[in-house]
């Protein structure tokens, strides 16, 4: 590994024994870079006037509602840099899979992405659980994730760029906000799967150490549609606040249901991580009005870098189009790579590592910068609410980026989490 790179040994060993487990990677064109000794042998070829990079995304099943739109921002970014002149001289090829709400998909469609396609990289994923089954994937293969979305932490990779937050980037800051607000009760409310599961755990260290109740915890399947017995728990137990963590076009039935019971921001506000502008077309502005939602950038941010970035994805895309924070965060993560590959001229995976520590982009949620230590990047910290025209507003923000810190080192609350 690059010097400047330190993962966890723990990690690392993971990784060394899914290589076992993984097919080697078979040649398929002229190599990209010099590969560490022992690496699996790329197959990117870099030889003509064209690059190939992949495209990972769910395009049918629960999960389509939220990842469209990521493959869409994807798609803009890698138009742009062709029209500026491409990466190292070179056009990129988007070659585009569908993950198909599964993660084993993702994981078969990751393998072919980089052993048939010979990408040099890929950018997608959603779900936690999908990350985690193309992990090894990228680890056995030495070839490059970017993936766009916040996530629950407790983790770093070689081979994965996270670009969406990290658990001290969004989760943490929504708790100390509530707090702030006075909110001395939760109750929590998830998909029932990784991403979930594990903020659950965060968010329960962070309420004993602050004085925060619990007042339940309650999880159901992603994709469901049923919400009533859940709701009216949640109304039974009188909590000052919800933390919001399902995902998909669960928080349809979810907002639906939790208005048709009388529930709303003034008298049980929700809290959510995983609902941005395009989640909130599809539940509709009228039943999730006035609630709470903690990201990094909404499309309302004021700065050029946005104002362009809105109406470029509006021009490709349609007047109506909203842009999110996923979304965003894939389209950043397409010209970080750019960025990184430039500083390093050269493709392969070990240069890139090695060059990645301090590349910047001027994204449109404000600077972003990649941290070598941990190959998460520096990020604003926003809360916003919800109003009737559909947009997220931001309430309020960090006064200056984050600096990413996945296993919260830096919080003595969270001691033997990631243990």
């Known amino acids: 590994?690059?010097?400047?790179?330190?993962?966890?040994?723990?990690?690392?060993?993971?990784?060394?024994?899914?290589?076992?487990a993984s097919l080697v990677l078979a040649g398929c064109g002229s190599r990209a870079g010099d590969e560490e000794s022992g690496a699996a042998a790329s197959c990117v070829d870099t030889s003509g006037p064209s690059v190939k990079v992949g495209s990972l995304n769910s395009l049918s099943g629960t999960m389509a509602i939220s990842e469209v739109t990521?493959?869409?921002?994807?798609?803009?970014?890698?138009?742009?840099?062709?029209a500026d002149g491409g990466v190292l001289g070179k056009q990129i090829q988007l070659v585009g899979e569908d993950g198909a709400s599964d993660p084993a998909v993702f994981a078969q469609k990751a393998e072919k992405l980089i052993q048939d396609d010979c990408v040099a990289a890929v950018f997608g994923g959603w779900t936690s659980s999908s990350r985690k089954a193309m992990l090894?994937?990228?680890?056995s293969n030495n070839s490059l994730l970017y993936y766009p979305v916040q996530y629950e932490g407790l983790e770093s990779s070689p081979n994965i760029f996270y670009t969406g937050a990290t658990t001290n980037q969004q989760i943490v800051p929504a708790l100390d906000y509530l707090k702030e607000k006075g909110v001395t009760?939760?109750?929590?409310?998830?998909?029932?799967?990784?991403?979930p599961q594990t903020a659950n755990r965060i968010i329960k260290a962070y309420a004993e150490a602050n004085g925060i109740e619990?007042?339940?915890?309650?999880?159901?399947?992603?994709?469901?549609?049923?919400?009533s017995t859940i709701v009216n728990k949640v109304r039974a137990s009188g909590a000052g606040a919800v933390f919001n963590t399902l995902n998909g076009d669960s928080n349809v039935a979810f907002f639906k249901e939790y208005t048709n019971v009388g529930l709303n921001p003034q008298t049980m506000p929700v809290l959510s991580v995983s609902i941005a502008e395009e989640e909130v077309k599809g539940i509709g502005a009228q039943n999730i009005d006035g609630q709470l939602t903690a990201w990094n950038y909404y499309q309302t941010v004021e700065n050029p870098e946005n104002e362009k970035f809105v109406a470029a994805f509006k021009q490709k895309y349609g007047a109506d189009r909203v842009t999110s924070d996923p979304m965003e965060a894939a389209y950043v993560s397409v010209y970080l790579w750019r960025n990184t590959v430039e500083k390093a001229q050269d493709f392969g995976t070990a240069a890139v590592q090695e060059a990645a520590d301090g590349v910047t982009f001027a994204a449109p949620e404000g600077e972003v910068k990649i941290d070598g230590e941990n190959n998460h990047i520096y990020k604003t910290a926003r809360i916003g609410e919800i109003h009737p025209d559909g947009l997220i507003y931001t309430v309020w923000q960090s006064p200056e980026s984050i600096k990413p810190d996945p296993f919260l080192k830096g919080y003595?609350?969270?001691?033997?989490?990631s243990g």
């Open 1 to 20: 590994m690059p010097g400047h790179i330190r993962f966890s040994r723990s990690l690392l060993a993971a990784g060394a024994v899914a290589a076992t």
């Open 70 to 82: 990521v493959r869409d921002a994807i798609k803009l970014a890698v138009e742009e840099i062709n």
């Open 136 to 139: 090894p994937v990228f680890e």
């Open 185 to 195: 009760s939760l109750y929590l409310v998830g998909s029932d799967y990784v991403f």
């Open 214 to 227: 619990i007042k339940g915890e309650d999880y159901t399947p992603l994709g469901s549609t049923d919400f």
């Open 412 to 417: 003595p609350w969270a001691a033997g989490l």
